[in-house]
């Protein structure tokens, strides 16, 4: 029997509105026990709503890869609940929860995870087929997922003939091809230089611009300046959540948060739309 799904407390002010796409409700992932006992979140609660990014800072250890592999079925939590688009992942089962990820959460690995035998286009189209989508349809869509990041040309390359910034792009594509309501994305910007990092958090905005909700993470404050809002991690929980309004404001707020002398680097600031999100405190795999 699923645990019953609690209420989730009113957005904030200035959060976009409707009912949340993804809620993390006190969720706990303990790794170990006794004196190995290691505590990867402490009770995180957060809510994503519809047209929402949000990027996720903090230094190395602080939970933020955890947050994301709870939060797209690929981990279970130790206590708390996962809600995606009003279900309690917990009581859809194995499979259910494979089902949701192929037709509602787009997933972009930090090791990309493509696979190995696959072209770029069947990497991307395969999900798709997996949920009854034609093998023509699919393929379409992947082709048109590669032309968004311009990766035209390596549709018919294998992973081990692209370079880790094209595998890095096809792996995005991948994520957001399909009518996709979440977008979990593990430093998608990781092997891209600036311009291209620029270039993929845009279609990143574009997405969530056009109804979905995306979290991210990152390390670079020029890139969570293209969020509505900024989550800051330490030790497994949340210490700060802000309103981004640029990536140098981002930084001052990365170090007073976790208490270093920030995560990232000081590029120039995104195009955040900063049209949503709220300050204030506690809130694919394919």
Same mark, same amino acid.
């Given at each position: 029997?699923?645990?019953?799904?609690?209420?989730?407390?009113?957005?904030?002010?200035?959060?976009?509105?409707?009912?949340?796409?993804?809620? *993390?409700?006190?969720?706990?992932?303990?790794?170990?026990?006794?004196?190995?006992?290691?505590?990867?979140?402490?009770?995180?609660?957060?809510?994503?709503?519809?047209?929402?990014?949000?990027?996720?800072?903090?230094?190395?250890?602080?939970?933020?890869?955890? *947050?994301?592999?709870?939060?797209?079925?690929?981990?279970?939590?130790?206590?708390?609940?996962?809600?995606?688009?009003?279900?309690?992942?917990?009581?859809?089962?194995?499979?259910?929860?494979?089902?949701?990820?192929?037709?509602?959460?787009?997933?972009?690995?930090?090791?990309?995870? #493509?696979?190995?035998?696959?072209?770029?286009?069947?990497?991307?189209?395969?999900?798709?087929?997996?949920?009854?989508?034609?093998? @023509?349809?699919? @393929?379409?869509?992947? *082709?048109?997922?590669?032309?968004?990041?311009? *990766?035209?040309?390596?549709?018919?390359?294998?992973?081990?003939?692209?370079?880790?910034?094209?595998?890095?792009?096809?792996?995005?594509?991948?994520?957001?091809?399909?009518?996709?309501?979440?977008?979990?994305?593990?430093?998608?910007?990781?092997?891209?230089?600036?311009?291209?990092?620029?270039?993929?958090?845009?279609?990143?905005?574009?997405?969530?611009?056009?109804?979905?909700?995306?979290?991210?993470?990152?390390?670079?404050? @020029?890139?969570?300046?293209?969020?509505? @809002?900024?989550?800051?991690?330490?030790?497994?929980?949340?210490?700060?959540?802000?309103?981004?309004?640029?990536?140098?404001? #981002?930084?001052?707020?990365?170090?007073?948060?976790?208490?270093?002398?920030?995560?990232?680097?000081?590029?120039?600031?995104?195009?955040?739309?900063?049209?949503?999100?709220?300050?204030?405190?506690?809130?694919?795999?394919?």
């Amino acid at each position: 029997m699923s645990s019953p799904v609690t209420t989730s407390p009113p957005p904030p002010s200035g959060t976009p509105v409707g009912a949340p796409v993804l809620e *993390l409700r006190a969720l706990t992932r303990t790794h170990g026990s006794g004196i190995a006992e290691v505590h990867a979140l402490r009770g995180i609660s957060l809510a994503v709503y519809p047209g929402e990014l949000v990027a996720v800072m903090g230094p190395s250890g602080s939970g933020k890869s955890t *947050l994301l592999t709870l939060a797209g079925g690929l981990d279970t939590a130790t206590s708390g609940q996962v809600v995606i688009e009003g279900q309690d992942i917990a009581s859809l089962g194995r499979k259910g929860i494979a089902a949701l990820r192929r037709r509602s959460v787009g997933y972009v690995f930090q090791d990309y995870n #493509l696979i190995p035998a696959l072209t770029a286009a069947e990497n991307i189209a395969l999900p798709r087929e997996l949920d009854g989508v034609s093998v @023509r349809k699919a @393929r379409k869509e992947a *082709l048109a997922a590669l032309a968004e990041l311009k *990766l035209t040309e390596i549709a018919d390359r294998f992973p081990d003939e692209m370079s880790g910034g094209q595998q890095q792009r096809v792996a995005i594509a991948r994520a957001l091809v399909g009518d996709r309501r979440l977008v979990l994305a593990d430093e998608p910007t990781g092997a891209l230089d600036s311009e291209t990092g620029e270039t993929v958090l845009a279609l990143l905005r574009t997405r969530c611009d056009q109804g979905a909700a995306g979290v991210m993470v990152t390390h670079e404050p @020029r890139y969570a300046a293209w969020a509505d @809002r900024v989550v800051f991690l330490r030790d497994g929980s949340i210490v700060d959540q802000t309103v981004s309004t640029g990536a140098e404001s #981002l930084l001052a707020g990365v170090s007073e948060a976790t208490g270093t002398n920030g995560t990232g680097g000081t590029g120039g600031t995104g195009a955040a739309n900063g049209n949503s999100g709220t300050a204030g405190a506690s809130e694919a795999a394919q």
